[in-house]
């Protein structure tokens, strides 16, 4: 999967005061495309940014210094709240299809109200 945004970068962005926008961050910044790969850990989405995208499909291809790639990687990296699925099943797999992404997961036998869906 491929995320592009725009990364506030040190020294001051390590400042807790900074906003986590960089659109009010008034330091340096740095618009990046990444790949991302998608997990579930223990029934939350997991985000994990793995390089810079440098494919063929349009993205941004910017210079980002050896010393501050896994800085930007970081950013991008997270693992979200536990989301909601249908009848209280729990997440235990991710992939992305287009631009979406869907969680999966088993349950077991069970009596299904749709109502509850």
């Known amino acids: 999967m491929l995320l592009t945004g725009t990364v506030p970068l040190p020294p001051i962005a390590t400042d807790t005061r900074i906003p986590p926008s960089a659109s009010a961050y008034p330091g340096p910044k740095v618009k990046v495309s990444v790949v991302v790969d998608l997990s579930v850990v ?7 940014a793995t390089d810079f995208y440098r494919g063929p499909e349009e993205h941004v291809d910017a210079e980002i210094a050896d010393e501050l790639r896994g800085y930007v990687l970081s950013r991008f990296t997270a693992t979200l709240p536990p989301m909601p699925l249908p009848w209280q ?9 287009g631009s ?4 999966a997961g088993e349950r077991g036998p069970a009596d299904l109200v749709p109502r509850d869906f």
């Not at 099943?89 to 299809?97: C, G, I, K, L």
């Not at 979406?100 to 969680?103: A, I, K, P």
């Open 42 to 48: 223990n029934g939350r989405l997991r985000i994990s």
């Open 89 to 97: 099943t729990t997440a235990t797999e991710a992939h992305s299809e």
């Open 100 to 103: 979406d992404v869907l969680l």
